[in-house]
């Protein structure tokens, strides 16, 4: 089947600084992707849908502006969380559209913030 | 607004035995549903989905699904559960195939020896 990949796995990192997660569609060409937040113990919240060659759309209350995503291409988009803060530590997960009718998500990238 | 519930947030049950697992959506047209798996520390694992035909719906690991139209319920059920099966589990829903996923809070599934 298709495959997600995400990199890197986890990251720790200081308050203040910039951190980049990339998500690849590895054996297709996504012209979607999604980016999701999960909390520990919580559900998966849909941040933003990033699309090939043009800006992403956030869901209400994600700050663009933190959040940074880039869909350089088919088989890649990227989030940068930007002067990340404690807060913002978390399981950062990516889907990628494929087939017509299926997503594949990526295994997820846990954010550590001190 | 579509929205997914599943009003269990943990389940218990003994190797062996049965399991339902209860979702029920919100949405003014037919949905596409859809049960995702994810063990500790991992992505999520699709089980099954359902965008029309059949309302029985069969999955991988031995899972399965039934879609209730008239009580906008999507369960998912396993005749006889494995310890490998503790895990939380996300029914979730999509007005498009390919559109964005809204998740339920998932249910943890407990496994007795």
């Known amino acids: 089947g298709a495959v997600v990949s995400q990199h890197p796995s986890w990251v720790i990192c200081k308050s203040g600084t910039s951190v980049k997660i990339e998500c690849r569609s590895l054996?297709?060409?996504?012209?979607?992707m999604f980016w999701y937040r999960q909390f520990p113990k919580q559900s998966l919240m849909l941040m933003a849908t990033s699309n090939e060659g043009s800006k992403a759309t956030y869901e209400q209350g994600v700050e663009k502006d933190k959040f940074l995503i880039n869909h350089a291409s088919l088989t890649l988009s990227t989030l940068t969380v930007t002067s990340a803060h404690p807060e913002d530590s978390s399981f950062y997960i990516c889907?990628?559209?494929?087939?017509?009718?299926?997503?594949?998500f990526g295994p997820g990238t846990r954010l550590t913030v001190l | 607004a579509q929205s997914v519930t599943q009003p269990d947030i943990h389940i218990t049950v003994s190797e062996g035995a049965s399991l339902e697992l209860r979702c029920n959506y919100s949405y003014g047209a037919t949905p596409y549903l859809f049960w995702y798996v994810q063990s500790p520390g991992q992505g999520l694992q699709l089980l099954l989905k359902?965008?029309?035909?059949?309302?029985l719906v069969q999955g991988i690991k031995g899972f399965e699904a039934e879609f209730k139209r008239s009580q906008s319920s999507f369960n998912l059920r396993k005749p006889s559960v494995h310890w490998s099966d503790a895990a939380e589990y996300f029914c979730a829903v999509a007005p498009n195939r390919d559109d964005k996923i809204i998740f339920g809070k998932g249910t943890r599934l407990h496994i007795l020896p």
């Open positions: 359902y965008f029309s035909g059949d309302t």
């Open positions: 889907s990628a559209s494929g087939s017509p009718d299926t997503q594949y």
């Open positions: 054996d297709f060409q996504a012209t979607t």
